[in-house]
């Protein structure tokens, strides 16, 4: 059997829990020593709200409710949507070396395997779906990221809704479904569902930790070894929290300008798509793409550098963004369908000038395909 090492810890704050999840992938780029793959089984202190790597701060999260609940803000290195976290939901990361020859969903799909075996050791069949969620009977119960760094080591991520606070939820999201009024609630339970609503007892996510521990060992054939962090990961995480978690650098990665009045969305095989146009006169100042990726494609940057300065002209802006994209957008459409967007976002804008229109929501991590 492969021997694992298993943390666990609960009760953290959200800069220190993400910073421990990336401070642990230092020990598994190209070069270093071999060493036994993490297992982390943790809870955050109630509540922390975790956007997706790719996100835009704004959009996804009420940050005058966070602040009026004392509820924590921070962005995921993982993709994915937005989600909340706290005592009820348990935090599972997987780290590792990358394995060279594996796409992106397969490794999800794998070490999701060790929470579906979890989950069945309470008698509960639990599947992989689409690209990063895990579904009971067509509810979502947990969620899915991972963030590959530049040095070959893997982080996988998924938050399993052992109880869900649905009302909090909805008030300090930025979900569509808050505006359905006294619907809003059932709406996202047609989505949605917890361990506990399918065992018909309370549970809270360290309770789920043996479970979950279980099932890994099971699915993936291992023996895992309780252990504690080192000294070295220790002071990773220390400075990783002062230099990038805690900074608003980090956590207003890809807002848009503050100019950018206007957003549009565009449906993709890849997810929903978010584009934000900022202009001066009729020229693109700044145009940003976002979404709930895993992983942000590199074509997407490439069509977002090349359409800086061009005029709002739609057969400039397709040759433009057809040479900086080359035959693949990463997201599976064509660069004509991503210029529409900009188009329409542009045209929103220019009507908006000289106010800030509110941004479209995409949805988060529960109603992920919402408008």
Same mark, same amino acid.
């Given at each position: 059997?492969?021997?694992?090492?298993?943390?666990?810890?609960?009760?953290?704050?959200?800069?220190?829990?993400?910073?421990?999840?990336?401070?642990?992938?230092?020990?598994?780029?190209?070069?270093? +020593?071999?060493? +036994?793959?993490?297992?982390?089984?943790?809870?955050?202190?109630?509540?922390?709200?975790?956007?997706?790597?790719?996100?835009?701060?704004?959009?996804?999260?009420?940050?005058?409710?966070?602040? #009026?609940?004392?509820?924590?803000? %921070?962005? #995921?290195?993982?993709?994915?949507?937005?989600?909340?976290?706290?005592?009820?939901? *348990?935090?599972? $990361?997987?780290?590792?070396?990358?394995?060279?020859? !594996?796409?992106?969903?397969?490794?999800?799909?794998?070490?999701?395997?060790?929470?579906?075996?979890? =989950?069945? !050791?309470?008698?509960? !069949?639990?599947?992989?779906?689409?690209? %990063?969620?895990?579904?009971?009977?067509?509810?979502?119960?947990?969620?899915?990221?991972?963030?590959?760094?530049? %040095?070959?080591?893997? =982080?996988?991520?998924?938050?399993? =809704? @052992?109880? *869900?606070?649905?009302?909090?939820?909805?008030?300090?999201?930025?979900? +569509?479904?808050?505006?359905?009024?006294?619907?809003?609630?059932?709406?996202? #339970?047609?989505?949605?569902?917890?361990?506990?609503?399918?065992?018909?007892?309370?549970?809270?996510?360290?309770?789920?930790?043996?479970?979950?521990?279980?099932?890994?060992?099971?699915?993936?054939?291992?023996?895992?070894?309780?252990?504690?962090?080192?000294?070295?990961?220790?002071?990773?995480?220390?400075?990783?929290?002062?230099?990038?978690?805690?900074?608003?650098?980090?956590?207003?990665?890809?807002?848009?300008?503050?100019?950018?009045?206007?957003?549009?969305?565009?449906?993709? +095989? @890849?997810?929903?798509?978010?584009?934000?146009? $900022? *202009?001066?006169?009729?020229?693109?100042?700044?145009?940003?793409?976002?979404?709930?990726? %895993?992983?942000?494609?590199?074509?997407?940057?490439?069509?977002?550098? $090349?359409?800086?300065?061009?005029?709002?002209?739609?057969?400039? =802006?397709?040759?433009?963004?057809?040479?900086?994209?080359?035959?693949?957008?990463?997201?599976?459409?064509?660069?004509?369908?991503?210029?529409?967007?900009?188009?329409?976002?542009?045209?929103?804008?220019?009507?908006?000038?000289?106010?800030?229109? @509110?941004?479209?929501?995409?949805?988060?991590?529960?109603?992920?395909? @919402?408008?």
């Amino acid at each position: 059997m492969e021997r694992w090492r298993l943390l666990v810890s609960d009760g953290v704050g959200g800069a220190e829990g993400l910073a421990f999840d990336e401070a642990l992938m230092t020990g598994y780029g190209r070069g270093e +020593p071999a060493r +036994p793959p993490t297992l982390r089984l943790y809870t955050y202190r109630s509540h922390v709200a975790l956007i997706g790597r790719y996100q835009h701060l704004e959009a996804e999260v009420d940050l005058a409710a966070c602040q #009026r609940t004392r509820t924590e803000v %921070n962005r #995921r290195p993982t993709g994915g949507g937005a989600i909340v976290m706290g005592a009820g939901q *348990l935090g599972v $990361a997987v780290v590792t070396r990358a394995p060279a020859a !594996e796409r992106p969903k397969e490794l999800l799909e794998r070490y999701s395997a060790g929470i579906v075996s979890g =989950l069945a !050791e309470l008698g509960i !069949e639990a599947r992989f779906r689409g690209k %990063n969620d895990l579904e009971v009977g067509g509810r979502k119960i947990a969620g899915l990221g991972l963030y590959l760094d530049g %040095n070959g080591a893997l =982080l996988f991520h998924s938050s399993v =809704l @052992a109880d *869900l606070d649905v009302e909090f939820m909805l008030d300090v999201l930025q979900i +569509p479904a808050a505006k359905l009024g006294d619907k809003a609630v059932s709406a996202v #339970r047609d989505r949605v569902t917890t361990v506990a609503a399918e065992t018909g007892i309370g549970w809270v996510g360290a309770a789920l930790r043996e479970e979950v521990a279980t099932g890994f060992a099971k699915a993936l054939g291992l023996e895992l070894t309780e252990e504690v962090a080192d000294g070295a990961e220790v002071e990773a995480t220390d400075r990783l929290v002062a230099d990038k978690y805690a900074t608003d650098e980090w956590l207003h990665q890809r807002s848009p300008q503050k100019d950018a009045t206007a957003t549009s969305v565009v449906k993709t +095989p @890849a997810g929903l798509v978010r584009c934000y146009v $900022a *202009l001066s006169g009729d020229t693109i100042k700044s145009a940003l793409f976002t979404g709930d990726f %895993n992983d942000l494609p590199a074509p997407l940057v490439r069509i977002e550098e $090349a359409l800086r300065w061009k005029r709002l002209e739609r057969a400039e =802006l397709v040759g433009v963004a057809a040479r900086a994209a080359g035959d693949d957008t990463g997201l599976g459409v064509s660069t004509e369908v991503l210029v529409d967007a900009v188009l329409d976002a542009g045209v929103r804008a220019a009507d908006a000038r000289g106010g800030e229109a @509110a941004p479209l929501r995409d949805g988060s991590c529960y109603f992920p395909e @919402a408008q």
